[in-house]
C-alpha cells in the first residue's frame, strides 16, 4: 500500500510542465521507478526537487550534475528515455 502511494506520489511530481522532462520524467516514473533500488528510488525522489532549468540542462546533456548520485539518475532516465 505504501508502496503504491509512493508510486503515484512520484508519477504525480515527475510532471513538471515543460515537454523536453514531462517525455523523459513521466515515462520512466509510471515504467521504471517500481524496479529500482530503494537508494535510486532515494535519488530519483530528491532530483525532482531539483529546478526545472537544472533538469532542463542536465538532460539535453548541457551540463553534468556535480554530484555523482544525481549523475548516476540523470542517466538512468536517460537510458530508460534511449531504450523505447
Not at 513538471?16 to 517525455?23: A, H, N, P, S, Y
Not at 533500488?37 to 532549468?53: C, I, S, V
Request: proline share 4%; aromatic share 8%.
Amino acid at each position: 500500500m505504501a508502496d503504491d502511494i509512493d508510486l503515484k506520489r512520484v508519477c504525480w511530481h515527475s510532471r513538471r510542465g515543460m515537454l523536453e522532462l514531462d517525455v523523459l520524467l513521466v515515462p520512466f516514473a509510471e515504467e521504471a521507478y517500481a524496479s529500482l533500488a530503494d537508494d535510486d528510488k532515494a535519488r530519483y525522489r530528491e532530483m525532482l526537487e531539483r529546478e526545472d532549468p537544472d533538469l532542463f540542462t542536465w538532460f539535453m546533456e548541457h551540463v553534468t550534475p556535480q554530484e555523482a548520485d544525481m549523475e548516476r539518475i540523470v542517466n538512468l532516465v536517460r537510458e530508460h528515455a534511449r531504450s523505447r
